[in-house]
T-cell receptor, first 112, second 115 residues
Framework: EAGVTQFPSHSVIEKGQTVTLRCDPI?????LYWYRRVMGKEIKFLLH????????ESGMPNNRFLAERTGGTYSTLKVQPAELEDSGVYFC??????????FGPGTRLTVL | AQKITQTQPGMFVQEKEAVTLDCTYD???????LFWYKQPSSGEMIFLIY??????QNATEGRYSLNFQKARKSANLVISASQLGDSAMYFC????????????FGSGTKLNVKP
């Protein structure tokens, strides 16, 4: 069974540009989460989807971040326009009905 | 206040010895879950072990065990017979309550296993 996949693995963009990160959860997992780790800090929750609905988006830093999960399968996280402080590693995780979240390899975003 | 505290930024252990990575948590919920993840240099987060707040016995998974002390709010990870491949970052995480299931993470412990 394939794990959680994320694309791209790395992205380097300039301040003011737009970047879209993609996450493909484990097949059949209704729950999908986005997290972020900025340099030297804890991994922080961004938002949680149940199927295509946003269950909790309390961790989204501001309205420059837009997450979607059309059809309840893969999810995208768009940052527009990107700022320097958005640099970090963005993790996606998915979960079935059990407690454990399974994480993808992350996308390392660098904003110059 | 920090929900999860990992006080050891870095640790060394000799190959084949056991090592304990500390984790304390803060919650007023009765129902919660505690997790440990390993992040090798390649970057992926690998699930290691889970302990539910109502579980009376400490969780074990192969060489990993979780020393759960509820009254002290600690959930230390014990790795027995360390191997070179255990060198990695280790994160403790907590799921609080049942409604949202979002995780709170500690800052991580970098473990280095010496040959």
């Amino acid at each position: 069974e394939a794990g959680v996949t994320q694309f791209p693995s790395h992205s380097v963009i300039e301040k003011g540009q737009t970047v879209t990160l993609r996450c493909d959860p484990i097949s059949g997992h209704d729950n999908l989460y986005w997290y972020r780790r900025v340099m030297g800090k804890e991994i922080k929750f961004l938002l949680h989807f149940v199927k295509e609905s946003k269950q909790d988006e309390s961790g989204m830093p501001n309205n420059r971040f837009l997450a979607e999960r059309t059809g309840g399968t893969y999810s995208t996280l768009k940052v527009q326009p990107a700022e320097l402080e958005d640099s970090g590693v963005y993790f996606c995780a998915s979960r079935s009905s059990t407690d454990t979240q399974y994480f993808g390899p992350g996308t390392r975003l660098t904003v110059l | 206040a920090q929900k999860i505290t990992q006080t050891q930024p870095g640790m060394f252990v000799q190959e084949k010895e056991a090592v304990t990575l500390d984790c304390t948590y803060d919650t007023s919920d009765q129902s919660y879950g505690l997790f440990w993840y390993k992040q090798p240099s390649s970057g992926e987060m690998i699930f290691l072990i889970y302990q539910g707040s109502y579980d009376e016995q400490n969780a074990t998974e192969g060489r990993y065990s979780l020393n759960f002390q509820k009254a002290r709010k600690s959930a230390n990870l014990v790795i027995s017979a360390s191997q070179l491949g255990d060198s990695a970052m280790y994160f403790c995480a907590m799921r609080e309550g049942w409604r949202f299931n979002k995780f709170y993470f500690g800052s991580g412990t970098k473990l280095n296993v010496k040959p």
